[in-house]
């Protein structure tokens, strides 16, 4: 069985572009997450969908984050425009309902130049 | 709001000998979890072992134990019988309590990076 995929493996942008971060999560998880890792610090929280719908994104930093999950499938994260603080690695969690395990994906490491 | 701390940025143990990572936590909430990661060098976290709060044994999967104070608010874990594979980061972490069973948005620690010398 697949685990959770996350592309691209690393992106490096320019501040100022646009970029989009694919997660897909194991199949059948209706569960999605997504956190984020600066250097140096603690991985936090951004937000979380049951299938379709957010539940909660009390972490996501500002308007410029933008989480999208179609269809309950896979998601996306767009960072538009990309500033230098964005920088980090992006991670991705799945886990069905009623379980106290995630699974997470590699993590997606972006770098804002 | 819920913090965890990990005091111990690096640590170093012998292979086959036993090792302790250090965790301590603050939330005001009365049910939780409590969670250890395992990140190595290719990048995926891995899950190792969970600790709900009203569990009464502490919590064992194989070589690893989590040594849970509850009053003193400390996780700990352990890893018995080092070997070479176990040098990783690694993230104790702690799940908010919400009305239905699996939610995962968890807060994590800052991590310990553990290398295991041959």
């Known amino acids: 069985e697949a685990g959770v995929t996350q592309f691209p493996s690393h992106s490096v942008i320019e501040k100022g572009q646009t970029v989009t971060l694919r997660c897909d999560p194991i199949s059948g998880h209706d569960n999605l997450y997504w956190y984020r890792r600066v250097m140096g610090k603690e991985i936090k929280f951004l937000l979380h969908?049951?299938?379709?719908?957010?539940?909660?994104e009390s972490g996501m930093p500002n308007n410029r984050f933008l989480a999208e999950r179609t269809g309950g499938t896979y998601s996306t994260l767009k960072v538009q425009p990309a500033e230098l603080e964005d920088s980090g690695v992006y991670f991705c969690?799945?886990?069905?309902?009623?379980?106290?395990?995630?699974?997470f994906g590699q993590g997606t490491r972006l770098t804002v130049v | 709001a819920q913090k965890i701390t990990q005091t111990q940025p690096g640590m170093f143990v012998q292979e086959k000998e036993a090792v302790t990572l250090d965790c301590t936590y603050d939330t005001s909430d009365q049910s939780y979890g409590l969670f250890w990661y395992k990140q190595p060098s290719s990048g995926e976290m891995i899950f190792l072992i969970y600790?709900?709060?009203?569990?009464?044994q502490n919590a064992t999967e194989g070589r690893y134990s989590l040594n849970f104070q509850k009053a003193r608010k400390s996780a700990n874990l352990v890893i018995s019988a080092s070997q070479l594979g176990d040098s990783a980061m690694y993230f104790c972490?702690?799940?908010?309590?919400?009305?239905?069973?699996?939610?995962?948005?968890?807060?994590f620690g800052i991590g310990t990076k553990l290398q295991v010398i041959p």
């Open positions: 972490a702690m799940r908010e309590a919400r009305e239905f069973v699996g939610y995962q948005k968890v807060t």
């Open positions: 969908f049951v299938k379709e719908s957010k539940q909660d």
């Open positions: 969690a799945s886990s069905p309902q009623g379980t106290t395990e995630a699974f």
């Open positions: 600790q709900g709060s009203y569990d009464e």
